[in-house]
């Protein structure tokens, strides 16, 4: 039986279309906690693979208080540190938390987290299901 190359081809543009359309959360680490500190920093990837805008609303993990989104910025010459509420990822691309940028604060740590040890984060977004991921610390 031969199989045209047009055939081959609708089958392989079919199939693209049903590529999952979701939201993923990538290389998710939080640096090692120095000894006697309550505040700890992540960095992570999150990574809008859906069509539409997503908004981050809140952040929770049962390892602290509570969870802020931050982002250094220069102001006059000077870095700065800020909160940033609701930050959105818009929609087929990837919002990256990095050293400089945009990072995650956990705030009253209630043990001190030290390398190898695995934490849950969970992140809940405006119009998607609440995503749980698995953080590793590390030393960087």
Known sequence: MK???????????????????????????????????????????????????????????PVADRIEVHRHIYDQGVMKMREVKYPSVRKNSSLVFKPGGFHLMLFGVYEQLKEGRSVDITFEFENMPAKTVTATVKRL
């Open 3 to 61: 199989i045209s190359l047009q055939l081959i081809l609708i089958i392989c543009l079919l199939s693209a279309c049903d590529t999952p359309r979701e939201l993923l959360i990538n290389d998710v680490v939080i640096k090692e906690m120095p000894p006697g500190r309550d505040v700890a920093v992540a960095y992570l990837v999150i990574e809008n693979n859906t069509d539409d805008e997503q908004v981050l609303n809140y952040v929770h993990s």
